[in-house]
């Protein structure tokens, strides 16, 4: 027994200077373990559980996950819900009699009565282009033989123009319906037998930014004076350069801004940050930070995404307590408020408890925060210096757990870009945001986009959106 021991000794007895050499290895096998870990997270990044757009996933990529909970009820409309059938109107433009045959299969007299059952079809007539001719006459005066002659309307400014409902019908295609020049003077024909030339276009949609300035301070006055306001910012291609949509909103007005810069310059220039003194909601671009005159708030939404990614493909097992807390914090405050009305922010007591569970996951992290990749360690640092941000949705109901409203009223602009590739000038990008925030702050309110539109070009948008009461 002995000597097999002794052989078996033998055979693991290695020199010192190699035992040396070999331990000197293990920490840098460590470390390259690590980073072949944190090299294929990376590759495993994608829209889903980070802040990387999807446009920038792989074409083979799973779409993006939809993060709320199912409700367990059907698809359709539900017990209670009020549907919108198409009924019949008590005032038909036509009505044909229709009467049964003369003549009964016995041989009798079929005479009619005066029950009948109804349907109707909603259709519309061919539409139908109507040219007003304005001839304004010349006048003399029968004392002193001065010559004195009629004024046109302010709007037919050529010997032939196009009329406010045209216009607004093709800036209304453009900048709500999204479409390229061609193919809204391609509809304009098709359905109206009109030949409009994009310059023609384009030359209404500059009518109509002018028309709107007054009504984008006002817009702009809205959000400034707001509680809440959401922020965001996404690429747009101006002239074949990138250059940066903002956008700033509420639940009842939008305001965009094109620029060439991402950050505090582009923001200053927009006009609403450096004034505005509510809560900012945003997804922690750095240079919102720097307006310390308001109160900041993140979009936990994007820290979820992070934190998923932290945990699958990091194996940093905190990332998933945490993102179990904010989803609990979550409910507890949806639930809260579907329950009552009256509370703004859950009871103090909920609110310390909460608190106080967020911060021993950090704490516990702290283990083996040196160890972990980059991403988990930045995560660490920002959920501890930014708690105040990270949770104030439950201490201000007022405050939305995501940023989704602003990058809502983003995602319509980018589909124009998808769609039409991108803007020829700086001008007609301007132009687009100002008329886009008009339209998307009507629809907000419930509003008509054409009556709105059409107000525009009667120099009456301000009031169509702040009616004077």
């Known amino acids: 027994m002995s000597e097999t021991k002794s052989k078996t000794e ?15 290895l293990i920490p840098l096998v460590a470390q390259l373990t690590a980073k072949i870990t944190e090299l294929e997270a990376r590759l495993n990044k994608n829209s889903n559980n980070s802040d990387k757009p999807p446009s920038s996933d792989d074409p083979g990529a799973k779409a993006n996950k939809n993060s709320r909970v199912r409700s367990g009820k059907p698809s359709g409309g539900q017990p209670g819900h009020k549907g919108s059938t198409l009924r019949l109107t008590p005032t038909p433009d036509t009505i044909v009699e229709l009467v049964p045959t003369s003549e009964c299969g016995c041989g009798g007299v079929v005479l009619k009565t005066d029950d009948f059952t109804v349907r109707q079809q909603t259709d519309i007539e061919p539409i139908k282009v109507v040219t007003v001719e304005y001839r304004a006459h010349d006048g003399i005066c029968d004392k002193c033989g001065k010559r004195h002659k009629a004024s046109f309307p302010v709007e037919t400014n050529g010997t032939a123009t196009y009329g406010d409902r045209l216009q607004s019908i093709y800036t209304y295609l453009t900048a709500y319906q999204l479409l390229p020049l061609k193919r809204t003077t391609e509809l304009m024909q098709d359905l109206f037998g009109i030949k409009v030339s994009q310059g023609t276009v384009v030359n209404s949609t500059n009518r109509a930014y002018e028309a709107l300035e007054e009504t984008e301070e006002r817009n702009k006055n809205e959000i400034i004076n707001s509680a809440v306001a959401n922020f965001d910012e996404s690429g747009m291609n101006v002239k074949g350069n990138n250059y940066w949509l903002h956008v700033a909103s509420t639940e009842t007005t939008t305001v965009y801004s094109i620029h060439k810069k991402r950050g505090k310059e582009a923001m200053d220039a927009m006009g609403i940050l450096p004034w505005f003194r509510g809560y900012a909601i ?3 671009l750095r240079s919102y930070f720097h307006y310390q005159e308001c109160a900041h708030g993140e979009c936990n939404q994007h820290i979820l995404r992070s934190l998923e990614y932290i945990f699958t493909n990091l194996n940093q097992e905190w990332a998933g307590k945490m993102a179990c807390l904010l989803l609990k914090i979550k409910r507890h405050v949806d639930l809260t408020k579907l329950w009552s009305k009256e509370e703004t922010s859950l009871a103090q007591v909920d609110i310390d408890i909460y608190t106080s569970l967020y911060r021993k996951i950090l704490a516990d992290a702290e283990d083996t925060k040196a160890s972990a990749p ?20 439950m201490c201000d109901f007022a405050v939305p757990f995501t940023n989704n409203l602003a990058e809502r009223d983003i995602r319509m602009p980018k589909a124009k870009q998808k769609i039409s590739g991108g803007f020829r000038s700086e001008d007609g990008a301007n132009a687009f945001a100002r008329i886009r925030g008009f339209v998307s702050t009507a629809r907000k309110r419930g509003k008509s986009i054409f009556d709105g539109l059409l107000a525009v070009f009667n120099g009456d948008a301000t009031n169509f959106l702040y009616p004077s009461t």
Request: net charge negative.
């Open 10 to 24: 033998e055979m693991i007895t290695i020199p010192l200077a190699e035992y040396e050499a070999l331990k000197a």
């Open 282 to 284: 945003h997804d922690h």
């Open 374 to 393: 980059v991403d988990a360690r930045r995560m660490l640092n920002r959920l501890a210096k930014y708690e105040d941000e990270t949770l104030l949705f």
